[in-house]
C-alpha cells in the first residue's frame, strides 16, 4: 500500500531563520511524483514543490528545497529566510500510477516574529 | 481569473437536505477529483473522472453521488446530508505526463451539516 507520513504535528520557527518540514513515504511504485503543498489560513491548497523520483538532484524553488533521499525513502522541506506570509499547514503528497495520490495528514508551521 | 473554482466557498444546511457542489475548471485538464478535508486526516478521496464517459469511486464515495457535465463541470451531491459530512471539500484537476500527475486545487467549499 502507498503511504504517506507526516510525524510532526506542529513546528515552529522564527522569522528570517530555517525550519525542516519531515516526511516519509512508502510505495512499491518505480516511477513517482513528491509534492509539498501549502494550505494557509485561505485554505487554498497551493503546490510548494514537486520532486520526480527518477530525479536525483533536489528540487528548489526560491525559498523553498527539498531533501529527497530515496533509499530512505525520505522527502522533507526546508523552508529558508522563513517569513510571516509562510505561516501555513504542510502536506506531502506522493504520485504513482494511476490516480495514486496520497496526502499526508500535514504539519502546521507557526512563523514567529 | 482562478483556474479551478468552486461554488459555494461556504454553505449551512440541515441534516437530510441534499445539495450540490459545483466545480469548474479552464485548464483544460481530463482528469477531476473531489475529496474532503477533515482535521488531523489530511484530504481523502471522494470521487474521481478521468473523463466524462468515466466515474470512479474514491475511498470515502458512501453518502455521496457526482456528475462529470463536461470536460470543465464536475459536481458533488449529497443526497441526504448528514452532521458527520462536515467537512472541507475541495475540487481538483490533474495535469498527467506518462504515469506521473500534478493535481491543482481549487478554493474549497466549507461544508457544515446541522
Known amino acids: 500500500a502507498q503511504t504517506v507520513t507526516q510525524s510532526q504535528p506542529e513546528m515552529s520557527v522564527q522569522e528570517a531563520e530555517t525550519v525542516t518540514l519531515s516526511c516519509t513515504y512508502d510505495t512499491s511504485e518505480s516511477d513517482y511524483y513528491l509534492f509539498w503543498y501549502k494550505q494557509p489560513p485561505s485554505r487554498q491548497m497551493i503546490l510548494v514543490i514537486r520532486?520526480?523520483?527518477?530525479?536525483?538532484q533536489n528540487a528548489t524553488e526560491n525559498r523553498f528545497s527539498v531533501n529527497f533521499q530515496k533509499a530512505a525513502k525520505s522527502f522533507s522541506l526546508k523552508i529558508s529566510d522563513s517569513q510571516l506570509g509562510d505561516a501555513a499547514m504542510y502536506f506531502c503528497a506522493s504520485s504513482s500510477g494511476t490516480y495514486k495520490y496520497i496526502f499526508g495528514t500535514g504539519t502546521r508551521l507557526k512563523v514567529l516574529a | 481569473d482562478a483556474d479551478v473554482t468552486q461554488t459555494p466557498r461556504n454553505r449551512i444546511t440541515k441534516t437530510g437536505k441534499r445539495i450540490m457542489l459545483e466545480c469548474s475548471q479552464t485548464?483544460?485538464?481530463?482528469?477531476m477529483y473531489w475529496y474532503r478535508q477533515d482535521p488531523g486526516l489530511g484530504l481523502r478521496l471522494i470521487y474521481y473522472?478521468?473523463?466524462?464517459?468515466?466515474?470512479n469511486k474514491g475511498e470515502i464515495s458512501d453518502g455521496y453521488s457526482v456528475s462529470r457535465q463536461a470536460q470543465a463541470k464536475f459536481s458533488l451531491s449529497l443526497e441526504s446530508a448528514i452532521p458527520n459530512q462536515t467537512a472541507l471539500y475541495f475540487c481538483a484537476t490533474s495535469e498527467f505526463r506518462g504515469r506521473r500527475e500534478t493535481q491543482y486545487f481549487g478554493p474549497g467549499t466549507r461544508l457544515l451539516v446541522l
Open positions: 520532486q520526480e523520483a527518477y530525479k536525483q
Open positions: 485548464k483544460g485538464h481530463d482528469r
Open positions: 473522472s478521468f473523463d466524462v464517459k468515466d466515474i
